[in-house]
Structures are given as C-alpha cells and as structure tokens.
C-alpha cells in the first residue's frame, strides 16, 4: 500500500492525493462497519448460549452460565436431532459428492452429445427455488405411498447436493493437466490404473472441498427436509418446534459449536495455503 | 476394461448415468408429479382425481395476488439492498485486501456457518422490542414511543438481505478479483478521473458477478418463508408461507402445487426481464 502511495506520479495534483486518501480510508472505515454487522447475528448467537433465561424465550440476557455448555443434550429430543443431522449429512455428502464427480469428469474431459441438456439439468436444480424442491418431492413420495422417515430425507438431501458437487469439482478439474495422463498410458497403465494413481489424487482436494461443502448444506438444510421429513426432527426441525414455544439456549450451544467447527478448519486451510504460497515465491 | 477401450465414447455416458439418472427421478419426475397434482380437484378427505383444473391457477393467481407480489417486491428490495452493500465490500477485499484477501472472505462467508433458523432467531433477538436497536430509535425519534421493528416489513426484509447476503457477495468478489488492474491504470494513464475509471472499466467487467449475484439472491428470496414467518406477521406472509401451510397444514395438494408453479414462473419472468435488460450475452459470459 505504501508503495503505491510513494510511487504515485508526480502529475496528481494535491486535491486528488487527498481525494484519494480519504477514498482509500472512506472504503476501509465501511468494510469495518459491514464487517461488524455481518458478525452481529453470529455474535448474539454465541453470547446468548451463556445466558440464563428468566422464563421460556431466550431473548433477554439475565445473567452468565456454563449450564448450558455443560448441560447442551439437557432438552429432550435435541441429541437425537443433532444425531440424525449428523448421519444425513454424512451419507449424502457421500452419496452426492460421488455422483457429481461421476459427472463433473464426463463434461470436463470428454466431448460427447448432450452436453448442454447435461449441464441445463446440473443448473436447474440450483436455481430452484428451494420450497419447490421440496414441495414437488413431496408429491411425489405422497403419489407413491412412500413412508416419510430417514430415507426420504436422505434421497432429498443428496438430490439438492448432486449439483454442488458437481460445480465444485468441476471448477477444480478445469485446470486439470491432461498429459499426466497420457504420460501414465503411454508408460503401460490401464485405465483404471491411470485414474487410482494419477487422476484421483490430483482432484482429491476437489472431491474433499465437494465433501465438505455437501456435508454443510446438508446439516443446515431446513425447507426442503421439513417438507419430507414425515415424523423424524433433524436440528434445524428441531430449531423451528422449538422457536414457537421459545428456543432453549442449548440450540445457541450447537449453533455455536458447529460454527467454530467450521471456522476452525476454513481459517486452517486458508493459513495454510498462504504458508504454501509464500513458500512457493521464496523458493 | 477392454469393453470400454473398445467403445470408448460410452465412457462419459457411463460416468453420467447413475448422477443424471438420480436427478431425472428425484428431481424432474417429481416437478411432474407436481404439475399433474396442480390439475387436480377434489378435497384431501375423498381424495384428489385429475380433471385439468385449470381454474386452480387462476384462484391461486385471484385469490392470493397480494402474496405474489409482496415475495417479489421484498425479494427485489432485499436483492438491491445487498447489491449495494456487497460491492463496496467485495470491491475492498478485491483490490485492497493483499494477501488477507482469503481470510478476509471468510467474513463473508461466516453467517453461512450458523444454522439459517437459529441467524434468523438471532435477528429477532437483536429487533426485538426491548432490544438496543428498537430503544435507540424510539429515542431518537425514527419509531413511535410504541413503534416496533418486529411484525413490520423492515424486518422481514432486512431478514432476507442478511440471510442471503454470501451469495450476493461471493461472485461480485470473483468478478472483481479476475479483472485486469493493468486496465485500469491504463484508464487513469489515458486520463480517466479514478471515478470514471471505475465507471467505465471496473464496473462494466464486473457485471458478470452484479447478474450471477442478483439471480443467487433474488431466486431463495423469493421463495423463502422462513424470515416472514420468525420476524413478521401474517400481513408480511409471502407466498412461501401460503404454499407451506397449505401442503403441510390444510392438505390442499393441488392449490399449492398450482401456486408453487405461479411462482416459478413468476421468477423465470424476472428473470428473463433482468437478463434482457442486462443483455443476455452477460449472463453466459
């Protein structure tokens, strides 16, 4: 920053160095206050999961607790709910990350017919609206006489996670140098051996960004599982019974946990990256 | 392995079938369930028979207007709300950002990261009526004495825009951070003011991430039900909440059927509109 200032041609007038002065300031001083309002929310989440509530609405702050932490399955029915999210999540991020790097290979490496058909039916899922998605799963499974429970929620969860995967890996495998493989055919390996010892590895971090990326739509996702859920309660479900009679602090302890959980291990990864990147221009 | 060297352009539709096959039967059988559903008549205790009935669309279209147009008016409100606020955002952490610019858009990112519900019950702690927010502007003078925030379409709309504000703000970010800064400075050498730099070079190339943001917003806005239900009244009720209550509380199948079609088609027109107006050659490129 510095050195642009410092290098800054001799041809701008003074009017324009403090024009611009106040504009490099201006735009920091709004980024500071945009960055205060978007950790607003997220801040009284964490705050009010150590509050100890008078009556039943967990809105007014009376008081710091522990409890609540210490005490976080103390509502009947939130464990479960958290255990079922937790299954979901894993089994469709699976289910879908697999499928769509099934398919993000195809469009990206060969030519075939039906391409765009292919890449319309990846869109159209994404930008729809999601009380559609769910609504029409519904009708479905109601015109089918299929018993709500955890597999309609699991065949809607990886339905909505297919087209994230494949976007993800996708966006990843573009950069994809091809002459690897080539290379690994022309020195004797079949196919499956190309694509065990040369192609995996190199969209592995792909696929685990489409894993992760699944698995966290999935655990948040409330429209389309409360449409399909029948009788069961994943979290959010359980969040939304809970806010009409007054949420308990404890959905503020889980909310809380599974944001520092992610925030964890993005900020590790970005870190991490940045050593990578430095090490890289040094060496 | 040597079926496959031998008919080797069966690969890519081997590596499809089993991903597109699932999205055929769980995706767009389904929106043909639901539009044979939206043809039905008949009430939820003898049953629903098909009968082309059409009038439901048009009872759903007469009877239920108000809901329409409320969705895509705080739909459109909450996407020129976060237009606004995400550009000067995404426009800092794209040219001054450095090598923070990743961490830096994890702010971004971070609401994303608390449960939808439970950001949203956040918002109503922080409106609610004996919160900071209320009393201050009770005290200055902008609310009544008994004025509320809450049960009032500023809420709701201001609901909308938090919620859905990442994904306003992540493709603004990609468009600017890919543009050329040699373009600029090539501007400014040719004497363009800074602000007419930034008008005619830096806003044109990043209209890619202005229409993907617009479309990523205005589309879930539309359709949400979630922010009206927790932070407003039955007079702020989109049309998500008529289509959810009466799927899962009155068991008027073909009604919301009808309606969840009347608002898809309701987006494709904005949507269509907006690309026109952008220029459709934006929207692919």
């Known amino acids: 920053m510095t050195a642009v200032a410092a290098s800054a041609p001799a041809r701008t007038s003074g009017w324009t160095l403090a024009w611009t002065f106040v504009r490099h300031h201006v735009l920091t001083v709004y980024a500071l206050l945009a960055f205060t309002y978007l950790m607003l929310p997220i801040g009284v989440v964490i705050a009010f999961s150590f509050n100890h509530p008078q009556g039943r609405f967990n809105f007014v702050w009376s008081g710091f607790t522990l409890d609540n932490w210490r005490h976080w399955d103390g509502v009947p029915g939130l464990r479960s709910a958290m255990v079922l999210s937790v299954e979901i999540a894993l089994l469709a991020s699976l289910v879908a990350t697999a499928l769509g790097t099934l398919i993000a290979l195809a469009l990206v490496r060969y030519g075939f017919r039906g391409r765009g058909a292919t890449n319309l039916l990846i869109f159209l899922p994404l930008s729809t609206p999601e009380i559609v998605l769910g609504a029409s799963l519904l009708t479905l499974f109601l015109n089918l006489n299929v018993v709500f429970g955890f597999s309609t929620i699991l065949i809607a969860h990886i339905m909505f996670c297919i087209s994230f995967a494949v976007v993800t890996v996708k966006a990843r495998l573009v950069g994809f140098d091809r002459h690897l493989e080539e290379a690994a055919m022309d020195l004797g390996a079949n196919e499956w051996a190309t694509f065990r010892k040369v192609t995996l590895p190199l969209i592995a971090p792909a696929i685990l960004a489409a894993l992760l990326l699944c698995f966290a739509i999935s655990i948040d996702d409330f429209v389309v599982t409360y449409f399909n859920a029948g009788p069961r309660t994943t979290f959010p479900l359980f969040v939304w019974g809970a806010a009409r009679v007054g949420a308990p602090p404890q959905v503020n302890v889980i909310g809380s946990v599974i944001f520092i959980v992610a925030v964890t291990g993005m900020v590790a990864n970005v870190l991490a990256q940045m050593r990578r990147e430095r090490s890289a221009t040094t060496a | ?285």
């Open chain 2, 1 to 285: 392995m040597t079926f496959l060297h031998r008919h080797r352009g069966l690969t890519p539709y081997l590596l499809l079938a089993p991903g597109l096959l699932y999205l055929g039967v769980f995706f767009v059988v389904p929106l043909g369930f639901l539009a044979y559903q939206s043809l039905e008549s008949g009430n939820f205790d003898v049953g629903y028979a098909f009968t082309w009935a059409w009038g439901n669309y048009w009872d759903a279209i007469r009877g239920y207007r108000g809901h329409f147009i409320r969705s895509l008016e705080y739909a459109g409100i909450a996407t020129a709300l976060a237009l606004l606020f995400s550009y000067p955002l995404a426009y800092w952490i794209a040219f001054r950002g450095g090598r923070w610019k990743n961490l830096l858009l994890l702010f971004i990112v971070a609401p994303f990261f608390v449960t939808y519900l439970i950001r949203t019950l956040a918002w109503e702690t922080i409106l609610a009526d004996h919160g900071l927010v209320v009393r201050v502007l009770r005290d200055v003078g902008i609310l009544d004495p008994d004025g509320r925030l809450l049960a009032t379409s500023v809420a709701v709309v201001a609901g909308i825009t938090y919620n859905f504000l990442p994904f306003m703000a992540l493709p603004l970010y990609v468009s600017l951070e890919q543009i050329d800064h040699r373009l600029i400075e090539a501007a400014q050498d040719l004497y363009a003011s800074r602000w007419k730099a930034f008008l005619r070079v830096t806003l044109p190339l990043s209209l890619p991430g202005v229409v993907a943001g617009t479309l990523l917003t205005f589309i879930p806005a539309a359709g949400d039900f979630i922010n009206a239900q927790l932070l407003g009244s039955p007079k702020q009720h989109m049309i998500g909440n008529v289509i959810q209550s009466k799927f899962l509380e009155l068991t008027d199948y073909p009604a919301a059927a009808s309606m969840s079609f009347v608002l898809m088609a309701a987006i494709l027109v904005f949507v269509a509109a907006y690309s026109r107006a952008v220029g459709t050659e934006k929207l692919t490129g």
